[in-house]
């Protein structure tokens, strides 16, 4: 198998808004989500051998989490035990080394471990030839994280459920997009505990957009009902805000799933690469990325 087929990209998880609709009676919260992916993202590489699986961290998050965070109850480690259980008798499943670049942010609302187990789902099935059908890898996904099923596909979705509910979404004009992280951790349950007032509708998108401007218009009339709460953990999450939404051509700025990464959208992506530099400049102890979105190869 080729080096080329022994890698898998886990990008970055955005979402464009976020609506928390309702509560299932087990605590777990309902969404509406309009999810993109960047070319932002972590690298998962597999090399096959005689030993036991094992996991090592990579890359300047691979670094802060340390040796600690390789081990079983890495989302990457669970997505191979999965996938071990959906192995059939034609299937070649080995050991070897697993490589995980980790380039993003952890816990910081884009999704770096759901896309990380995403991604050794699709790497491992492959690499091992166990071919299993889309639906058996996206029930396995949903047992390892509320958000791993979107990551599975990581295209332009629709995402409603907890995370399960997959539509198609309106086709994304061009665009490009900053991500801009402070540094500090926020805690999923948490942001959700913190959560005041009701819940927000559905929302009613068109089925797609005649340019960046008209899709940043339409956002604007809905939000991330994560984004209050998180503000009030993470208050530097305000500062992110203002400064990405004070960029020349930014049309939006919002913060993605609970935080604390917040997105700008710009109508390029040279014109999102430029912002990313004159933030990286003012910020530089924060991670910040311009580019444009990830296209599922
Ligand atoms: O599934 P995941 O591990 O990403 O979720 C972390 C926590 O976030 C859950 O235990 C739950 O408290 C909260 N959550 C939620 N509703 C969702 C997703 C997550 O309440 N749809």
């Known amino acids: 198998m080729t080096a080329a087929l022994l890698t ?4 970055a998880k955005i979402n464009l808004y976020l609506h928390v609709t309702g509560r299932r009676p087990d605590g777990y919260h309902l969404l509406d989500s309009l999810v993109v992916f960047a070319q932002a993202g972590d690298v998962l590489r597999y090399e096959p051998g005689p030993e036991p699986l094992h996991l090592e961290l990579k890359g ?5 989490l340390g040796h600690a965070a390789a081990g079983p109850d890495n989302l990457v480690m669970k997505a191979a035990a999965a996938l071990r259980g959906l192995a059939g008798p034609g299937a070649d499943v080995r050991g070897g080394r697993l490589v995980l670049e980790k380039n993003l942010p952890v816990a910081s609302g884009i999704g ?14 492959r690499a091992w030839r166990i071919d299993a059908p889309q639906a058996a890898l996206l029930a396995e996904a949903e ?25 198609p979404a309106p086709a994304l004009p061009d665009c490009g997009m900053v991500l801009v992280n402070c540094g500090q951790g926020v805690s999923t349950p948490d942001v959700f505990r913190r959560r005041e007032g009701g819940f927000v509708p559905r929302a009613d998108l068109p089925e797609s957009w005649a340019n960046a401007q008209a899709m940043a218009e339409t956002l604007q009339a809905l939000e991330n009902s994560l ?3 998180a503000r009030a953990l993470c208050p530097l999450i305000s500062t992110a805000l203002a400064d990405i939404a004070g960029q020349p051509d930014c049309l939006i700025a919002r913060m993605s799933g609970s935080g604390a990464t917040c997105f700008g959208l710009f109508p390029s992506a040279e014109a999102a690469s430029q ?19 990830f296209h599922h190869p």
């Open 112 to 125: 770096g471990g759901s896309a990380d187990a995403a991604a050794a789902l699709r790497l491992l099935d």
């Open 275 to 293: 912002a990313a530099d004159r933030l990286a400049d003012a910020h530089n102890a924060w991670w910040v990325w311009g580019g444009g979105l």
């Open 227 to 229: 984004e209050a709460p």
């Open 8 to 11: 898998e990209a886990a990008p």
């Open 60 to 64: 300047r998050f691979g670094q802060v």
């Open 143 to 167: 047992k390892l994280g509320a958000d791993v099923p979107v990551c599975l596909l990581s295209q332009t979705i629709r995402m409603e459920g907890i995370g399960e509910t997959l539509s």
